[in-house]
């Protein structure tokens, strides 16, 4: 005989977590060890062993996604050919810094090794700003595919490949046929989705591949995918209405080609973000992508000259070519150019590509000097500057089988993306045992109508349900908690007053969100001490983005105590939404949006979105306290809208770090007055045709800040 023949493969099923460590020790090539079917509670699972290239040790479930680990349940694995599969994170978070990790320790971890069929889902550490990864690839040749990764609401990058000395750096990984379910705007740096190594190891290449993935509303931050390292290829996926970018942040010679990003005019859904040398766009499709600066459809970067490595590397050698970038908002030649960012690219080359504007606007924007980039053979449907290689002319588009958008004209048939690009879709990425969110998002009115008559007492209802009140008074002496989407409604509008007699009325937790119609809330009532608020988001982190909508609402008399606000909002929160409409707020003595409480440095801030429309506000002493610390350029908001409201009596609005400001139509009467402190980002902000009388212009302070701000203060009027 040559040699012993292999031992059998034998199939191993445990039943807790205790027989689980017994058996693993005793797992050889070709075993199959198989957790029982059902609930896994705080389950650290450890699995070391070495399989080979056609005989791997595979852990799974007893049948797949029958179980699911929960609580505080994590696992580790090294060694050489290994296999998870269909196995449920749900209902928990890991207390160390990964739920499932490529490695045991420092000088332990898994080469050759593949998680396949995994599903994580919502699988948060209960305070958002606690960091942790739901996967950490370490070693080389690992794969993951076809699972399901969704809802990570707490900080840290979804899935991480951790490149560090002493560990392989030529990873060699593949990341395939997964969907990456929605993540909300985490609302600070580090909401990525995929992030390939660190500033520290970008030097050296990677060879990560990134491919056949569904990325859906992958909101968490401005990097979907970060790649941080050289030689990695994202190729053949499809970003659906997700907000930000591919960035090639660090590294060089990676290559990001026949993708599809579909943003259908969502907000700060972009393309790719272009920094660093040798970087190829090739061959991909993008339609109506809404981002501009950092989130345009192609943004390429100026860079700092003698670039530290943890800043911005010159772009040079960069090729851009046969793109369909279709009812996009921006192309941006020159992004982020500002005194630090002072080195424009260089020998980058953009060429066949088709670029149409949204609304027939033209989408191209030269931020700072474009002499190095050579345009060749590229066709606009907008006038922009003139430069060889960029034709404006009309494009004529037909919708293909494919699904995507192509030029009529048989003359352009060699311009923009393949017609052999095909989209990936749901049914082939993920597991077909676990739905795929449509939207999780339970909409206000949606629930059922509980009429309350005058007098009665208002109790929670299903989500997405409705208080309707009756005309009378409501006296209201302990706080409502909200732990879901509530509408509160008046019927008819302004016929039933709330009178709060306590220090809270509505006290959101999370999962809750409130909205206010046709009510009147009186504050005669209340306590007589400071800190008085209608809405008070709760005292621990809420994982969830709630919002809050106001409209045709009057709030009145909070005015008998001091700092008495409309909303009160607490650090490890977020308000996803603000939104007030045709309302009237008199005699607030704190402030009506209070969203300064994080004051950590660290770029936490309290809400996305404020917008405010048609709104009365009357001896207000402040309208809106807005706050974002830090530096960091990784977030969309905060944004403020104030329109087409009155404001007579204090009035105070200070915004600070706000990244999108408009203030326009309003009427100002011996108000306090606007005051705008610019520190982070490139902010944009638009002061115009409003009536200030007796109150002071607006004042807009400049701190320190990356990149120039987009300033318009202009056609304002000053009453008498």
């Known amino acids: 005989m040559a040699g012993a023949a292999p031992a059998l493969a034998r199939d191993w099923l445990v039943g807790d977590v205790a027989q689980f460590g017994d058996t693993v020790p005793r797992l050889q090539p070709g075993d199959t060890i198989a957790l029982a079917d059902g609930e896994w509670r705080d389950a650290a699972l450890v699995l070391v062993g070495n399989g080979t290239a ?70 948060n550490n209960p305070d958002r700003r606690r960091e942790d990864h739901w996967i950490a690839i370490y070693g080389s040749d690992n794969r993951v595919d076809h699972s399901h990764f969704e809802g990570k609401q707490n900080a840290g990058a979804m899935m991480v490949v951790v490149r560090q000395k002493g560990m392989p750096l030529d990873n060699r990984l593949r990341i395939d046929h997964n969907y990456f379910g929605p993540r909300p705007p985490l609302g600070s740096n580090g909401g990525e989705t995929i992030r390939i190594g660190t500033s520290t190891e970008s030097g050296s290449d990677s060879h990560t591949i990134v491919e056949d993935n569904l990325f859906e509303e992958c909101d968490g931050e401005v990097e979907i995918v ?16 997700s907000q930000g970018s591919v960035v090639l942040r660090h590294g060089s010679g990676n290559r990001v080609e026949d993708n ?21 766009i090739r061959n991909n499709y993008m339609e109506g992508l809404a981002g501009v600066d950092f989130t345009s459809a192609i943004a390429v970067m100026n860079g ?81 500057p003139s430069a060889p290689g960029l034709a404006q002319r009309a494009v004529k588009l037909v919708r293909a089988k494919n699904g995507l958008l192509y030029p009529v004209d048989p003359a352009l048939a060699g311009v923009g993306a393949g017609r052999d690009l095909a989209p990936i879709t749901r049914a082939q990425v993920g597991v077909d045992w676990y739905p795929k969110p449509a939207s999780r998002t339970v909409a206000f009115g949606t629930g059922p109508v509980v009429r309350v008559a005058s007098g ?130 008199a005699g607030v003595s704190g402030a009506v949006l209070a969203l300064a409480a994080e004051t950590g440095g660290k770029g936490w801030y309290g809400a996305e979105q404020v917008t405010i429309d048609g709104a009365q506000f009357e001896r207000v002493a402040t309208i809106a306290d807005m706050l974002r610390a830090g530096t960091d350029e990784s977030t969309f908001g905060p944004r403020f809208t104030l329109s087409g409201s009155t404001i ?42 409003n009536i200030f009388t007796r109150t002071p212009s607006p004042a807009v302070r400049e701190l320190t800040y990356r990149g120039p701000p987009r300033e318009v203060i202009a056609d304002n009027e000053k009453g008498l």
């Open 260 to 280: 599809v990003f579909l943003g259908q005019g969502v907000a700060h859904t972009g393309g790719i973000r272009v920094i660093n040398e040798r970087q190829t």
């Open 456 to 585: 009665g007492v208002l109790a929670s209802t299903p989500p997405g349900g409705v208080l309707e009140l009756a005309p009378g008074d409501y006296p209201v002496a302990v706080p409502l908690i909200v732990r879901h989407p509530l509408t509160v409604r008046a019927t008819p509008a302004g016929g039933a007053t709330l009178r709060q007699q306590a220090a809270t009325l509505f006290q959101l937790e999370d999962g809750g969100s409130l909205a206010l119609d046709g009510v009147v809330i009186d504050g005669t009532g209340a306590p007589k001490i400071a800190g008085n608020a209608v809405i008070r988001t709760s005292a621990r982190s809420m994982l969830a983005n709630y919002r809050i909508l106001v409209t045709n609402a009057r709030f009145e008399h909070m005015d008998g105590a001091p700092g008495f606000g409309v909303l009160a909002t607490t650090p490890g929160t977020l308000a996803g939404d603000i939104t007030i409409r045709d309302s009237r707020i």
């Open 304 to 384: 700092v000259p003698n670039s530290p490595v943890n800043r911005y590397m010159p772009v040079r050698l960069a090729t851009i070519e046969r793109n369909s970038l279709i009812q996009v908002a921006q192309v941006t030649i020159g992004a982020g150019a500002d005194a630090e960012r002072s080195q424009p690219p260089r020998e980058t080359r953009m060429a066949g590509n088709l670029i149409t504007g949204a609304g027939g606007q033209d989408p191209l924007r030269l931020e700072g000097d474009a002499a190095g980039v050579t345009f060749e053979g590229n066709v606009m449907d907008a006038a922009s």
């Open 226 to 241: 970060s790649v941080k390292s050289g030689g990695n290829s994202v190729r053949r996926n499809l970003f659906l209405r």
């Open 648 to 689: 007579t009596g204090g009035g105070a609005i200070m915004l600070s770090g706000v990244q999108d400001t408009t203030i326009s139509g309003n009427r100002f009467r011996h108000a306090t007055g606007i005051r705008i402190a610019h520190s982070v980002g490139s902010p944009h902000t638009l002061i115009r045709h």
């Open 54 to 123: 056609d005989r791997p040790i595979t852990l799974t479930a007893q049948h797949p996604g029958r179980v699911v680990l929960t609580g505080t349940s994590s696992l580790k694995l090294a060694g050489r050919y290994l296999v998870v599969a269909n196995l449920v994170f749900r209902d928990g978070h890991a207390t160390g810094g990964d739920v499932i990790a490529f490695r045991t320790d420092a000088k332990h971890w898994a080469d050759h090794s593949r998680l396949t069929g995994v599903v994580i889902d919502r699988f």
